[in-house]
């Protein structure tokens, strides 16, 4: 493919998140807390979390490949970054929620695979493509600073995951106001370290699909994030009123 192709395909694709996010303000998707019978069968949790992000490392790691093995060490940091948080995600998370008995739509986990297939397949292809001149790249300030911003967002993404799972105990499925730290400030902290992980990822690697992952992933938690935020304040009447969704101060 040639890289004018891919480059408008990949806008496109950013187009796409920009026009959905809207929708996904009103429509919230039907997982976890905001499950819902309506839409159609279902799946284990755990078993569903699997397949959907197993894809992504996947599909990344068969187009790297295509011209050979990459010779430079900042697009094998990338890819490392990609393939340690997606290995996280299929395997460990699953495992350490507590989520005995509960569900997933399999229409969720379909979107998830396709979701995860396209970015996936966009930020293997492009960082195996030797299109981009990462010669030199190590010692550039936007890796620098946007692998700190990822490792940032890393961070407060993983503490705040821990921190709502142990909100329960093993066999529990019950939901409690989550308190200390960021929580303090933000409903979904968890989120708000996604969006800069991913935010952080795309400026190291300054190119189109890891900027299109970062916008995905926006156009996916904001919404999820308000959502979650309006769902405590209807379900606990002493949830904390100065607590903003997703970030602090300010949303
Ligand atoms: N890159 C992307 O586009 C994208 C999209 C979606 C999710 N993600 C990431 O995937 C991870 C999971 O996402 P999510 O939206 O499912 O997160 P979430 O709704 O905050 O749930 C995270 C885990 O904590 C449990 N939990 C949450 N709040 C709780 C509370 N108040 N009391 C007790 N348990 C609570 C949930 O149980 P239940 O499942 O039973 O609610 C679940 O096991 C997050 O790190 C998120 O950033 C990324």
């Not at 961070?155 to 200390?180: K, M, V």
Request: aromatic share 14%.
């Amino acid at each position: 493919m040639e890289e004018q192709v891919f480059n408008r395909l990949v806008l496109a694709w950013i187009v796409l998140a920009i026009a959905l996010m809207p929708i996904q303000l009103f429509v919230t998707a039907p997982y976890g807390r905001h499950i819902s019978k309506r839409w159609g069968p279902v799946i284990g949790n755990r078993l569903g979390w699997f397949f959907m992000e197993i894809v992504s490392p996947t599909v990344l790691l068969a187009v790297l490949f295509r011209n050979g093995v990459p010779a430079l060490g900042a697009v094998w940091i990338c890819v490392a970054l990609w393939l340690v948080h997606y290995m996280h995600r299929a395997f460990i998370f699953p495992l350490r929620t507590r989520t005995s008995g509960k569900h997933i739509p399999l229409v969720i986990v379909l979107s998830a695979v396709a979701f995860n297939t396209v970015n996936g397949w966009t930020n293997g292809f492009y960082l195996g493509s030797g299109w981009a001149d990462y010669s030199g790249w190590l010692d550039d300030p936007r890796f620098i600073i946007g692998i700190a911003v990822f490792l940032a967002g890393a961070g407060i993404n993983l503490w705040a995951d821990s921190r709502l799972i142990a909100l329960r105990e093993h066999g529990e499925t019950h939901y409690a106001i989550p308190r200390g730290g960021l929580f303090e400030k933000v409903s979904c902290p968890n989120h708000l370290g996604e969006i800069i992980e991913w935010c952080g990822f795309a400026i190291a690697c300054w190119n189109l699909p890891a900027l299109a992952f970062a916008a995905w992933t926006a156009a996916n938690l904001v919404p999820r994030a308000l959502s979650h935020h309006r769902w405590y304040q209807k379900e606990f009447p002493d949830y904390p009123a100065d607590r903003k969704a997703l970030v602090p101060y300010a949303l």
